[in-house]
């Protein structure tokens, strides 16, 4: 993302360009990153039927009032690494 001038003009010449290409125009979400990155994610989770709004609000309801330390929330640096070690062992 640069300014907002640099993003419009971007967004008119690949509009120009698809246009040209398959005579269909790209949506248009605006210039703000925040509401880019929240319209394609719902986008996303529109065309996969897989309902991940919904699962998100069931965790946050579930987990809102849970008096947890924020010490407690932080894995110890050496636990992190073994994690990350043996799930990059599962994905081989």
């Known amino acids: 993302m640069d300014g907002p001038n640099v993003n419009w003009k971007l967004f008119s ?7 040209g290409q398959t005579g ?10 925040l509401h880019i990155v929240h319209n394609s ?8 039927n897989w309902e991940l709004g ?3 609000t069931a965790l ?4 809102k009032d849970v008096p947890a330390r924020r ?3 932080v894995p110890h640096p050496s636990l992190l690494t073994s994690v990350i070690i043996d799930g990059l062992k599962m994905w081989r």
Do not use: D, P
């Open 24 to 33: 269909k125009k790209m949506l248009n979400v605006g210039s703000c990153g």
């Open 71 to 73: 010490e407690s929330l």
């Open 41 to 48: 994610f719902r986008a996303g989770c529109a065309s996969t």
């Open 54 to 56: 919904n699962a998100l």
């Open 60 to 63: 946050k309801w579930l987990f």
């Open 13 to 19: 010449i690949a509009q120009q360009n698809i246009e």
